[in-house]
């Protein structure tokens, strides 16, 4: 076994926590986001869903209760906020595991998601072999995160990297993770980029929002909020409240019933 976690974990082992504060103080931000990654999907009381990396378990708002669900995580100190704050005592339990052992049986997993995470993670092949091995025949498998060319990876590997003391260096979606989802035996249903809003009363609320979730330690909220103005855009939504131009590239897969 080997560890392909490294870059997230060091992250997120020193700043999950910033980055949960930002989802407690603002949690429905990002309600456009969690939607669309669930839009479509055939979720029923006996859906089994996994959601890698879970992050503090935000997932879970936007689902069924009576759907089975499992977080899995790699950040030690993400599972320790996730018991504390956001779901203890959660009947959707969170595990601690490395992206290349899951802790899952095999054909086991009816609907398999992963949410703007898998950007910090370079060698992406070894998830998605897991994935493939857990997921049930016809199973599906809903990859979110920033194309490589976007205003999203220019913004987070440019401004953001340049007023982050750690830096911000990701390896985005594009051809090559196709034929590595392929290489692990997925059939591709979709992939499109998709436009929505991050929510906000102001701008400047979206500011300290980003601020925290990005670990921004080299400018102040305002300044945050003049680069995302610059960088993204914000439009005015119809009910008073500023939407942040955000896109990801959403990728649908499938495991086959058989395996050619």
Not at 23 to 38: T, V
Not at 92 to 121: F, M
Not at 207 to 230: H, P, Q, T
């Amino acid at each position: 076994m080997f560890d392909t976690t490294e870059s997230y974990q060091a992250i997120f082992n020193q700043r999950a926590d910033a980055y949960h504060q930002a989802m407690l103080n603002w949690p429905e931000a990002r309600n456009q986001e969690f939607l669309a990654i669930l839009q479509d999907l055939p979720i029923n009381s006996a859906t089994h869903i996994l959601d890698i990396p879970a992050g503090g378990g935000y997932l879970a708002n936007y689902l069924p209760n009576d759907i089975r669900l499992h977080h899995l995580e790699t950040s030690e100190l993400f599972a320790t906020l996730f018991q504390q704050h956001c779901h203890s005592g959660s009947q959707h339990p969170l595990s601690l595991c490395t992206l290349d052992e899951l802790p899952e049986e095999d054909n086991s997993i009816d609907i398999a998601v992963s949410l703007a995470g898998l950007h910090h993670t370079k060698n992406k092949q070894p998830l998605f072999d897991e994935l493939y091995r857990c997921l049930n025949p016809g199973g599906l498998f809903v990859l979110a995160d920033a194309e490589d060319t976007s205003a999203t990876a220019r913004f987070l590997d440019g401004w953001v990297s340049d007023h982050n003391t750690m830096g911000h260096n990701g390896w985005y979606l594009n051809q090559h993770t196709i034929q590595q989802l392929k290489n692990s035996g997925f059939e591709c249903i979709n992939q499109e980029n998709r436009d929505y809003h991050w929510v906000f009363n102001s701008q400047l609320q979206a500011g300290e929002y980003c601020k925290l979730m990005f670990g921004i330690d080299r400018a102040d909220e305002r300044e945050v909020s003049d680069a995302l103005a610059k960088e993204l855009g914000f439009d005015v939504l119809n009910d008073g409240r500023i939407g942040l131009r955000w896109q990801l590239h959403f990728i649908t897969l499938r495991k086959p019933f058989s395996k050619l």
